[in-house]
């Protein structure tokens, strides 16, 4: 793919039952300057079960599309499943409203909830900037609950983290969820986390939330900034 594009690669809107199984992508730069912005996603989707396998995204500039946008849907109480492993994501500039992936529930009543499990698995995130919110997950959600009535809506587990840049929340970002629904960090590595403000690695407006570490290194780094 060449030229400059809006939009993303795959949209998925108002389905049932759908699967979607990606391996082996790569989203370079082709450009001669890093320095152009891109508007263009890989997916946007309101109802997916996705398997993201081997990706491989470097050198990029991203403005106001992050590049997996999920939306709870308007039509269900349930999105699915987004299941990203064995990538790599680096020298990645975000603007404000990007991030590797973003979470969002346009259409919830206050009432609703929408169900949703996240899992982000053995992947190397490096290099990646952002001059606002963390440029790598953002949960502009609170309504979440896991699968099943679980309270667990997303595990990050056995990622390393590298040279990654923020005003707040480097790694993640978001609203206090209710619910009980909890996010989990395992068994990740952390190198080189920078902030200008506030949450080095965790991010949380609203009030507090259940965040649980089990052995992410470094461990009191985490421990320290969840709640700055």
């Given at each position: 793919?060449?030229?400059?594009?809006?939009?993303?690669?795959?949209?998925?809107?108002?389905?049932?039952?759908?699967?979607?199984?990606?391996?082996?992508?790569?989203?370079?730069?082709?450009?001669?300057?890093?320095?152009?912005?891109?508007?263009?996603?890989?997916?946007?989707?309101?109802?997916?079960?996705?398997?993201?396998?081997?990706?491989?995204?470097?050198?990029?500039?991203?403005?106001?599309?992050?590049?997996?946008?999920?939306?709870?849907?308007?039509?269900?109480?349930?999105?699915?499943?987004?299941?990203?492993?064995?990538?790599?994501?680096?020298?990645?500039?975000?603007?404000?409203?990007?991030?590797?992936?973003?979470?969002?529930?346009?259409?919830?009543?206050?009432?609703?909830t929408c169900a949703i499990s996240i899992s982000i698995i053995q992947n190397n995130f490096s290099n990646i900037s952002s001059l606002d919110l963390g440029p790598l997950f953002q949960m502009s959600a609170s309504k979440l609950i896991g699968m099943g009535n679980q309270p667990n809506v997303m595990t990050v587990n056995r990622n390393?983290?590298?040279?990654?840049?923020?005003?707040?929340?480097?790694?993640?970002?978001?609203?206090?969820?209710?619910?009980?629904?909890?996010?989990?960090?395992?068994?990740?590595?952390?190198?080189?986390?920078?902030?200008?403000?506030?949450?080095?690695?965790?991010?949380?407006?609203?009030?507090?939330?259940?965040?649980?570490?089990?052995?992410?290194?470094?461990?009191?780094?985490?421990?320290?900034?969840?709640?700055?």
């Amino acid at each position: 793919m060449s030229g400059l594009f809006a939009g993303h690669l795959v949209v998925l809107k108002n389905n049932e039952n759908m699967n979607l199984n990606v391996t082996k992508l790569t989203y370079h730069n082709q450009s001669n300057s890093y320095e152009v912005a891109l508007e263009y996603g890989l997916l946007r989707a309101d109802r997916v079960n996705a398997s993201l396998v081997h990706l491989d995204v470097e050198g990029l500039t991203i403005q106001e599309s992050s590049l997996i946008s999920i939306a709870c849907p308007e039509t269900s109480s349930v999105f699915g499943s987004i299941k990203i492993s064995n990538s790599t994501f680096s020298l990645l500039n975000m603007s404000a409203d990007s991030s590797i992936l973003s979470i969002s529930e346009p259409s919830l009543s206050e009432q609703e909830t929408c169900a949703i499990s996240i899992s982000i698995i053995q992947n190397n995130f490096s290099n990646i900037s952002s001059l606002d919110l963390g440029p790598l997950f953002q949960m502009s959600a609170s309504k979440l609950i896991g699968m099943g009535n679980q309270p667990n809506v997303m595990t990050v587990n056995r990622n390393n983290f590298q040279n990654i840049t923020s005003n707040k929340g480097a790694i993640y970002s978001g609203m206090h969820l209710t619910n009980n629904a909890t996010v989990s960090f395992e068994l990740n590595n952390f190198s080189n986390i920078h902030v200008r403000e506030q949450g080095r690695i965790f991010y949380i407006e609203g009030g507090g939330m259940n965040v649980s570490d089990s052995d992410s290194y470094p461990r009191t780094e985490i421990i320290r900034n969840i709640w700055s």
